[in-house]
Nanobody
Framework: EVQLVESGGGSVQAGGSLRLSCAAS????????MGWFCQAPGKEREGVAT????????YYADSVKGRFTISQDIAKNTLYLRMNSLKPEDTAMYYC?????????????????WGQGTQVTVS
């Protein structure tokens, strides 16, 4: 069974940085979509940044372009999200997700496997 475990969330001042990590296990395929999604209280879950593992293509929400960077460490089977220039509006629960095939890389409804989430608070 696919398992995803996030870490790295916390509280930070506006303008600061965080790096989120997602450790993945259980996949038999070497190519799949994986990424980060966020959900604030009272809001729908939204795509932040995703990557096609095995190919390297990346996809970003317009709101985070130039500030966030998604990357992978194949040897460690880990996904990262470097978050720079954080703003109060970035405050949310951040989830790691994965699936073998998706039509829309930033669409949370198309992902099957999810982690437990890690809280990011910017003040």
């Amino acid at each position: 069974e696919v398992q995803l475990v996030e870490s790295g969330g916390g509280s930070v001042q506006a303008g600061g940085s965080l790096r989120l990590s997602c450790a993945a296990s259980g996949y038999t395929s070497s190519t799949y979509f994986m990424g980060w999604f966020c959900q604030a209280p009272g809001k729908e879950r939204e795509g932040v940044a995703t990557i096609y593992i095995g190919g390297g293509s990346t996809y970003y929400a317009d709101s985070v372009k130039g500030r966030f960077t998604i990357s992978q460490d194949i040897a460690k089977n880990t996904l990262y999200l470097r978050m720079n220039s954080l703003k109060p509006e970035d405050t949310a629960m951040y989830y790691c997700a994965a699936d073998l095939v998706v039509t829309g890389p930033l669409s949370p409804d198309e992902y099957k496997y999810w982690g437990q989430g890690t809280q990011v608070t910017v003040s």
